[in-house]
């Protein structure tokens, strides 16, 4: 089925997940186009094609950034899944640089790990200005003590690099439960994406000023040509517009 054109006519916001390698981002950006999905608000993306590349499917984990888009009842969203592996921090940089806000995804079997510690401090460096936590895999926990201290540590590291860590909104859920249809966790992602909507404010535009998109990258793509991704920062651009 054709890819159906895009109406801007909600407000647009760009989000992404960020995180410790294997906590769970993939598996919670395939969760929420799933759950939207079944609400009519997205079209279905499943893991495996977020995770597009041979190399990353063999290894099992991201390496690019990957880009699928969504809505909820109040809002269109771009979602950027950044890997999380330390060797590819480059690539987790070029996708935080584009958020409005980051939802930050945190094992409650591992609680915050190395990845998870950089990747607030480079949420920080580049201006990702607001997170959300999903405390992921809480399924396999049975200790609630536990959860509340891995809460705890989340909190305390968010405010450690100057993000206001008792205010920001924690969801407790299991990606995986509710990309398999389960509906206890299906109702959690539909709590995280109800705590982006009203956390993260809707960003001002600045349309009435020149043009200016910075290109995060480059791809060839048969039957298109040349395209090319990356966030506009100001202005406006039509279709047929031609820019140097």
């Known amino acids: 089925m054709a890819k159906a054109k895009f109406e801007r006519s909600k407000p647009h916001v760009n ?6 390698v294997d906590h769970g ?10 759950v939207l999905s ?7 993306v499943d893991f495996e094609n977020i995770d597009q590349a041979p190399e990353e499917r063999e290894r099992g984990i991201t390496i690019n950034t990957a880009h699928i888009e969504y809505e909820t009842a109040n809002r269109h969203y771009a979602h950027v899944d ?5 060797d590819y921090v480059k690539n987790m940089i070029t996708g935080a640089a584009q958020m409005d ?8 079997a591992d609680g915050p790990m190395p990845q998870t510690r950089e990747h607030i401090l480079l949420a920080r460096q580049v201006g990702v200005p607001y997170i959300v936590v999903f405390l992921n895999k809480v399924d396999m ?15 305390e590291l968010l405010t450690e690099y100057s993000f206001p860590g ?5 969801v407790k859920g299991s990606a995986l439960g509710a990309l398999n249809g389960e509906g206890q966790w299906e109702d959690k992602i539909m709590e995280l994406m109800d705590a982006v909507d009203s956390y993260v404010p809707t960003p001002e535009r600045p349309v009435d000023q020149a043009f200016l998109m910075p290109i995060e990258d480059v791809f060839t793509i ?14 406006v651009v039509k279709v047929g517009k031609k820019w140097k």
């Open 15 to 20: 989000v992404g997940t960020i995180g410790h």
């Open 25 to 34: 981002k993939t598996t919670l950006t395939a969760a929420i186009s799933k």
């Open 38 to 44: 079944d609400k009519g608000l997205a079209e279905k």
């Open 82 to 86: 950044c890997p999380g592996h330390a």
């Open 101 to 108: 806000g980051a939802i930050l995804v945190v094992s409650a």
């Open 141 to 155: 926990v049975d200790d609630e003590e536990l959860l509340e201290l891995v809460e705890m540590e989340v909190r």
């Open 166 to 170: 008792d205010e920001i909104p924690i």
């Open 222 to 235: 048969t039957g298109r040509g040349t395209v090319v991704t990356g966030r506009v920062e100001r202005g």
